[in-house]
């Protein structure tokens, strides 16, 4: 009788190395995506502009041959008035976005993704048509954050949102850290967003 020589995929040596070098080769493409990923989420890339972004025109603009709308930075608007340094902007973007995560906004909103569908996706609420005023879009805003309920917009769902007892500094830093949101390529998300002045 002749003995049978069991195939390669049988022993138990080749299982071994193999879940060896799969483990191994995914823990590199893990840290090599990681390091990709910061690049491409931190402020100051080319998808994320820095902070100091709100020194400037934020416009949206249909790009045809990627079939998605894309912010466009254009010339100089400073937020109220005032052209801020890199750290500056960076401070009240900063206090912007803690104030959001302390109010807990996303219990209603959306932000990048995250967030509830109660009331309208922020991400890019910069630029919404609803902002066209006598007055100029950021003192809108905070008319808006510092009293909803007197300012109520309610865009046809008859919801108000409630008066979160913001203080003027808080606003200041809320509407800061929206245009900054408004500027952040989101691959043309969230969709059905009409923007305020959009080109097609
Ligand atoms: C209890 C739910 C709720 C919470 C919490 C809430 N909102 Fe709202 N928000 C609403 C509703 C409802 C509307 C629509 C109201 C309207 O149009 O008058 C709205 C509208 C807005 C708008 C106008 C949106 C646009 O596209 O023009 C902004 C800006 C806004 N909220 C910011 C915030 C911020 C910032 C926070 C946290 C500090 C927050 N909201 C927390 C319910 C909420």
Same mark, same amino acid.
């Given at each position: 009788?002749?003995?049978?020589? *069991? *195939?390669?995929?049988?022993? &138990?040596?080749?299982?071994?190395?193999? @879940?060896?070098?799969?483990?191994?080769?995914?823990?590199?493409? =893990?840290?090599?995506?990681?390091?990709?990923?910061?690049?491409?989420?931190?402020?100051?890339?080319?998808?994320?502009?820095?902070?100091?972004?709100i020194n400037k025109d934020i416009g949206?603009?249909?790009?045809?041959?990627?079939?998605?709308?894309?912010?466009?930075?254009?010339?100089?608007?400073?937020l109220f008035g005032k052209s801020l340094? &890199?750290?500056?902007?960076?401070?009240?973007? %900063?206090?912007?976005?803690?104030?959001?995560?302390?109010?807990?906004?996303?219990?209603?909103?959306?932000?990048?993704?995250?967030?509830?569908?109660?009331?309208?996706?922020?991400?890019?609420?910069? =630029?919404?048509?609803?902002?066209i005023a006598k007055e100029s879009r950021?003192?809108?805003?905070?008319?808006? =954050?510092?009293?909803? &309920?007197?300012?109520?917009?309610?865009?046809?769902?008859?919801?108000?949102?409630?008066?979160? &007892?913001?203080?003027?500094?808080?606003?200041?830093?809320?509407?800061?850290?929206?245009?900054?949101? @408004?500027?952040? %390529?989101?691959?043309?998300? *969230?969709?059905?967003?009409?923007?305020?002045?959009?080109? %097609?």
């Amino acid at each position: 009788m002749t003995e049978q020589i *069991p *195939p390669r995929w049988a022993s &138990e040596t080749f299982w071994k190395k193999t @879940a060896i070098w799969v483990t191994g080769g995914s823990f590199v493409l =893990l840290v090599v995506l990681t390091f990709d990923s910061l690049a491409k989420i931190s402020a100051g890339g080319p998808r994320v502009p820095a902070y100091s972004v709100i020194n400037k025109d934020i416009g949206y603009r249909f790009d045809k041959s990627k079939q998605r709308y894309q912010p466009v930075i254009g010339d100089d608007a400073p937020l109220f008035g005032k052209s801020l340094s &890199e750290e500056e902007a960076e401070k009240l973007v %900063d206090l912007g976005k803690k104030t959001v995560q302390a109010k807990n906004c996303m219990n209603c909103h959306t932000l990048l993704g995250n967030g509830a569908y109660y009331a309208p996706d922020l991400t890019k609420a910069w =630029l919404d048509q609803g902002w066209i005023a006598k007055e100029s879009r950021e003192q809108m805003m905070l008319n808006f =954050l510092l009293d909803p &309920e007197k300012n109520a917009r309610t865009f046809g769902s008859n919801r108000k949102m409630p008066n979160l &007892e913001i203080t003027q500094q808080e606003a200041e830093g809320i509407v800061a850290f929206l245009k900054w949101m @408004a500027s952040i %390529d989101t691959n043309g998300f *969230p969709h059905n967003f009409r923007a305020l002045g959009a080109e %097609d």
